[in-house]
């Protein structure tokens, strides 16, 4: 396949970038997009050959799940079985930002997308950018990072293109990102665990669990 690559402003993306995005994710196809983290691969998560293409494209296992982009609670609500309070503690403290938080997924969501662990990974973006796909298309999106699995995360829409050419359908570039990877907690078993640490320290989370 080829790869299409548009640029874009991230903070003022052009509408017809956005509608185009949206089309390619209708079809089944993946997009990478500069978020407020580095760039990340968009997909329908409801759509398998969008999910199974997603696996593909990074050579990622199979038996790693796939984090989910939301654009607010009432999204997040309805991919989860259920909601522990300490999802909301920890939403309304770091959300919208770097943060993921893994909860049990709800029977809506594909099997293969949680990687047939039963467990999602949320989280929603403060990029326009990210905001703008998912206010337009209405549902939540993947969001794994950008790369082939085990190498660096792509920080710049070039280097995107250059590593995914072929991959992946569309590119859209935003510049040189300066971020970095959203840290991960997993909230499904009776104690919390880091999965990883990122942009927000473990004490952090610590202090607004406690």
């Not at 080829?2 to 640029?7: K, Y």
């Not at 968009?42 to 990074?58: E, I, Q």
């Not at 607010?72 to 079985?81: N, P, T």
């Amino acid at each position: 396949m080829a790869t299409d690559l548009i640029v874009v402003d991230p903070e003022q993306p052009r509408p017809e970038a956005i509608q185009r995005a949206a089309d390619a994710i209708r079809r089944g196809e993946v997009v990478a997009i500069p978020t407020d983290a580095l760039y990340t691969l968009v997909a329908d998560p409801f759509n398998l050959r969008a999910v199974g293409r997603v696996f593909a494209a990074k050579g990622r296992e199979e038996h790693r799940s796939l984090p989910i982009l939301v654009s607010d609670f009432l999204m997040a609500e309805d991919l989860a079985s259920e909601l522990p309070s300490r999802f909301y503690l920890l939403a309304r403290r770091f959300w919208p930002g770097p943060l993921a938080i893994i909860v049990p997924a709800s029977a809506r969501i594909p099997l293969k997308v949680t990687g047939n662990t039963g467990r999602l990974a949320l989280r929603q973006s403060r990029a326009t950018v990210v905001g703008a796909l998912l206010e337009h298309l209405g549902q939540p999106l993947i969001a794994t990072s950008a790369n082939i699995s085990g190498q660096p995360t792509c920080r710049s829409g070039i280097e995107t293109f250059v590593v995914l050419d072929g991959r992946i359908d569309l590119v859209l570039d935003g510049g040189t990102l300066a971020g970095t990877w959203a840290t991960t907690v997993d909230i499904t078993e009776p104690s919390w665990r880091l999965v990883r640490e990122g942009a927000i320290p473990e004490k952090e989370i610590a202090e607004c669990l406690k």
